[in-house]
């Protein structure tokens, strides 16, 4: 069940809101009918609100993900380093035997690690949309998670390069989840091939069909995955074809050439990028040559099926080391990394007048951590200590859109639970139902 949303008043904490305009220190947060209504010292409280101590506690806004693969979240664990269970070749034996129940419940299962590690907005990128019940399993999933988000609807898994997406079943998804019913925390978007996995005639009907229908739009450049000694992503040419803009989202773009982050800041088009999984399998990302470029840069999970896990702040240490040692330079701090997963995702969803940053108006999407968490001790600069040294273990609170998720870091919501107790027994079903068809091996 989906938790009512709360009237707070949060009681001195240490605010950092990533906004200009609200200085960070000492202060109250007002919480009414899912909104920041006030922030600031000494708030008057209204005597209809639950007030909570956040003395020693630390208000930030949620963290955004920019780019998961909710769906197939199950398949951690199978995924791994000995032969034959490389990411691709589990995605391949087992992906077309996930039925509702295991789309609803991998989302679930991903959700539910997102509130744990503080992420109050996911960019569900669902790659493997086969009918309208996959879509409205992962939709009613992130309905009932309680955070905000973006579901980008895309082909089916290894769908032929000949094969349009289907406009069709998008257009019957909006008319079946208005706004209203989607709680206007969630958006649609379309996760299109691109012109190297699909012809260009192909690519451009397909880009024509999303920009008629006004949607955002996203795809993986991973040219890096299929061929040896790449050195150019191509965004060049999809710069010359029109397919670039500031409503489309690239993902990866590991190898990106100086003309192609050139190409990509010029039209204003946004970059997602993955390190966990791209340094595991692609190569380093490029942050520093796309923040100096201007392009706008964010943070993405990816996928929980590979060696990777939701803890932004750990992420964000490890994308901060890999990069000073890579180019040598210190393009990317320890504030700009933060806003890389708040402010600047923000903006990357379009979304940044809701989220990303702490300011009255905006909607309730925060957590409190523990500043006295051994983590961030002892304490210097507070943005420093955070991606430095901090950990989730630290976040006590999370706070999606007025409604309390995770309060003294329990997961408040049952099902939030049981979806995590119950991901093991679900993934061994799954792997069963595929090895009896004959997919999928355990040798």
């Known amino acids: 069940m989906l938790p009512e949303r709360s009237d707070l008043l949060l009681r001195n904490a240490h605010i950092l809101s990533l906004e200009p305009d609200v200085p960070e220190g000492t202060g109250d947060v007002l919480i009414r009918d899912g909104v920041l209504t006030a922030i600031g010292p000494r708030l008057a409280a209204p005597e209809d609100v639950e007030v909570i101590d956040a003395t020693g506690h630390i208000a930030m806004p949620g963290f955004i993900d920019t780019h998961w693969h909710l769906w ?14 490389d990411y691709f070749s589990v995605k391949r034996g087992i992906a077309p035997h996930f039925d509702l129940d295991d789309f609803y419940w991998s989302a679930r299962f991903a959700l539910a690690e997102a509130v744990q590690n503080g992420i109050t907005t996911v960019h569900n990128w669902d790659h493997n949309v086969r009918d309208a019940g996959d879509v409205d ?16 609807y895309g082909p089916r898994d290894s769908s032929a390069a000949t094969e349009m997406m289907d406009f069709d079943g998008l257009d019957a998804a909006r008319a079946r989840w208005s706004p209203a019913r989607l709680d206007h925390r969630i958006h649609f978007g379309v996760a299109l091939r691109g012109p ?10 397909e880009w024509r069909a999303a920009r008629e229908r006004g949607m955002p739009i996203t795809m993986h450049c991973d040219r890096c995955l299929r061929e040896d000694g790449c050195t150019s992503c191509g965004l060049t040419r999809l710069d010359r074809e029109g397919l670039l803009g500031p409503d489309v989202q690239v993902v ?7 003309a192609d982050v050139e190409a990509v800041a010029r039209t204003g088009t946004k970059i997602s990028v993955s390190p966990l999984s791209e340094m595991r399998t692609m190569g380093f990302p490029q942050v520093t040559e796309f923040l100096e470029a201007g392009a706008l840069t964010s943070l993405s999970v990816d996928t929980l099926a590979m060696p990777a896990n939701a803890d932004v702040l750990s992420t964000l240490r490890a994308l901060l080391s ?9 393009t990317l701090t320890p504030r700009v990394a933060l806003e890389m997963a708040t402010i600047r995702a923000a903006r990357d969803l379009g979304i940044e007048d809701l989220t990303g940053s702490l300011l009255p108006g905006k909607r309730a999407d925060l957590l409190l951590l523990d500043a006295s968490h051994s983590s961030l001790l002892p304490s210097g600069d507070l943005v420093e200590s955070l991606i430095y040294s901090g950990t989730s273990s630290a976040i006590r609170t999370a706070i999606c859109d007025g409604r309390v998720l995770m309060r003294s870091g329990e997961l408040v919501q049952r099902s939030a639970r049981h979806a995590i107790s119950s991901a093991n027994e679900r993934r061994d079903d799954l ?3 595929a090895r009896d068809a004959g997919t999928w091996t355990d040798n």
């Open 196 to 205: 190297y996995r699909t012809s260009t005639d192909l690519s451009q009907r």
């Open 322 to 330: 890999a990069e000073h040692a890579r180019s040598g330079r210190a």
């Open 252 to 258: 990866h773009a590991i190898h990106a050439s100086p």
């Open 72 to 85: 197939n979240s199950l398949l951690r664990g199978t995924v791994g380093d000995a032969p034959g269970r």
């Open 137 to 152: 399993a992962n939709l009613q999933a992130q309905i009932d998670s309680g955070l905000r988000g973006r579901f980008s």
């Open 431 to 433: 792997v069963r139902r």
